[in-house]
């Protein structure tokens, strides 16, 4: 790792003119500038290429009973500046080495009517800017509660945006593309096809949130590191298109709990005039701690198969029973319930699946439904509480180990909480010693209804901290995370790259619920992907749901090759293929792309790129020297044009195509798709075909 750090006014421009302090980026393309107003309330504003993004933006916090909040009557007490240039290596990524260069400012402010003391940390990178709020040890601000944070965001137009409404509880929304203008009539709209309606406001949106201006400025707003904080969501000022903090509330309706010395999360702009380097920004990773886990041989990119799809689509049951057995006294009598003959996490299925992935050359097998108490939590209360260790009748725990093992293929593990976060704390070591003693490496935990003991929402203070206690938890028996109906992800899977997979967002099972947008897996990666991977469970190759199960008349609203393009366009070091084995082996030449592609990777071009229409990425499997595209479509056909620039010079590689048939769309002919072989070096050019709701995906293999 190389490090510079300095600390120089030199460096770059930085200016002491009365209360206004201006600091560029490294390259010159960003100023910010910090300055109080004359009520010595703080602001910033924001300009690419001498452009203004950010108009002037207050900053400042609302504190609960507190005669006096940390919103104005500042003056300056102290400025500090520095310049800092690393170069890291991720445990996983998209590349194998990351730049973290910015400049900083830390203002230093008091409030002399209190005695009281803040500081605001600016860091300016080469793709935009991220600033934090601090609280210094000091006698007259130690413990207090934020009944709200008042960041601003101004923005300078009406622009087009990509955003789901605000929601405490869930991301699970398709996007909508709207000016800003247009989000207070259609967020009541957006509600309504969601369950989930506890939300503040009807101007109010969630980050990762994408802008693009009039002119064709492409804007990124979000957070980084959120730790010990509630998750920051975005209510509108659509009369003045300024943007405003607003933090989810915990059970009592207050939004945080301080204790002096502490910090906020960084909230992040990034802005750009080309859609790619949103993409390809590591700005959110930049802005979290090196990793704490100081052996991290553990952890692993895994790409893995299991019993999941069959039953998001009714074809099998998580529950071994449709009975409500005895309990007494915590013991739960299976003896007398009756089998209801469709339990998916069964011995004979699960080593179906363990064969399947040893026999084409997956890592893990997921395992949902093989604990007791499905039957209660999906029949009777969302409130049931599940223990984490005792297995049903018809799942040996031991037995599939060491089948498993004999195969050489590890079992994920899966916690459903139920909401009971308490008990799953409670529970947690015993857990995760009981994964381990099992040959566990890896689990996926769930968080489905209301969080209990005292209905906190799924995104404030409290309810973040567990999930960051379960990750680091884990980390102490080295156990890899994927959260599911956690909070979406800021970054901290550099701190703690354990994390290795979360949902946060609307996934594949939704394709069985209804549905989702052909065009949603085009926004994704500019909106939920900014904070980190996502386990999004691609590989479908069976549209037509009622074949999965009669009574379920859904659409997966893909083509084939789209479904590919996937595991290259939707990064993850944590792949499925979520199809079940029976519809792969109806495709095998196309499942073969699903056995090559790779997981963990050394670089990464991103060469089209347009939010809601299109992206094509290419990307190079670590230690290797061979390459995987992917492309995915929006609503339209399109013609994508790309060049094999990043082939090595000299170098001839065989190119798989797996490309939409002329006549395939994502509604009437989902599985038309065509392969084809070509050699190709770094001057070969290719125009090919997407078709609505498709795209295509390549291998290029280098020839020896």
Known sequence: MKKLFFTSLILFAFSTLAEAQQLKSPEGKFVMEFSLQNDGTPTYSLKYKNKEVVKTSKLGLELKNDKKSLLNDFAIADTKTSTFDETWKPVWGEVDAIRNHYNEL????????????????????????????????????????????????????????????????????????????????????????????????????????????????????????????????????????????????????????????????????????????????????????????????????????????EMITGKSSWSYTNDFPTVQLGVTDFSKAKPNGTHGANNANVKKYIDFAAKNGFDAVLVEGWNEGWEDWFGHTKDYVFDFVTPYPDFDVKGLH?????????????????????????????????????????????????????????????????????????????????????VRPTGICRTYPNLIGNEAARGTEYQSFGGSKPNHVTVLPFTRLIGGPMDYTPGIFEMDLTKMNPDNKSHVNSTLANQLALYVTMYSPLQMAADTPENYNRFPDAFQFIKDVAIDWSESKYIEAEPGDFITVARKAKGTNNWFVGNVNGDNSRTSNIDFSFLEKGKKYTATLYVDAKDAHYKTNPQAYTIKKMVVTNTSKLSQFSAPGGGYAISIIENK
Not at 162 to 177: A, L
Not at 215 to 236: K, P, Q, R, T, V
Not at 449 to 466: A, F, K, M, S, T
């Open 106 to 309: 830390a203002v230093t402010l008091d409030q002399k009517s209190t005695d009281r003391q803040i500081v605001i940390r600016f860091r300016l990178f080469d793709d935009g800017l991220g600033f934090r709020y601090e609280f210094p040890t000091q006698k007259n601000l130690t413990y207090f509660v934020i009944k709200e944070e008042r960041t601003q965001f101004a923005m300078t137009g009406d622009h087009t945006a990509f955003w789901i409404p605000g929601d405490y509880d869930t991301q699970e929304y398709d996007y909508t593309k709207s000016k800003l203008s247009e989000i207070r009539g259609l967020s009541e709209k957006a509600y309504t096809a969601n369950v989930s309606q506890k939300s503040f406001s009807n101007t109010g949106v969630q980050t990762s949130l994408m802008l693009k201006t009039n002119d064709g400025i492409y804007i990124n707003l979000h957070e980084a590191a959120l730790i010990d904080y509630s998750c920051m969501h975005l209510n509108l000022d659509d009369k003045n298109m300024i943007f405003e903090s607003w933090l989810t509330p915990d059970a009592k309706g207050d939004k945080g709990y301080m204790q002096a010395p502490s910090h906020s999360p960084w909230r992040t702009i990034m802005v750009s005039d080309d859609a790619r380097d949103i993409l390809a920004s590591k700005m959110t990773l930049n802005l979290n701690e090196p990793s704490k886990i100081e052996d991290t041989s553990w952890i692993k990119p895994v790409k893995y198969v299991g019993v999941w799809w």
């Open 402 to 486: 060491e089948y498993a093992k004999s195969k050489g293929i590890k079992i994920i593990m899966h916690h459903e909480t139920s909401g009971s976060v308490r008990n799953y704390e409670r529970h947690m070591d015993k857990a995760y010693q009981f994964m381990k003693d099992n040959g566990y490496d890896a689990v996926k935990s769930g968080y489905v209804g209301d969080i209990l003991p005292r209905g906190e929402n799924h995104y404030d203070q409290w309810i973040v901290n567990h999930y960051q206690y379960a990750i680091e938890k884990a980390a102490d028996y080295k156990i890899m995370v994927n959260a599911h109906e956690a």
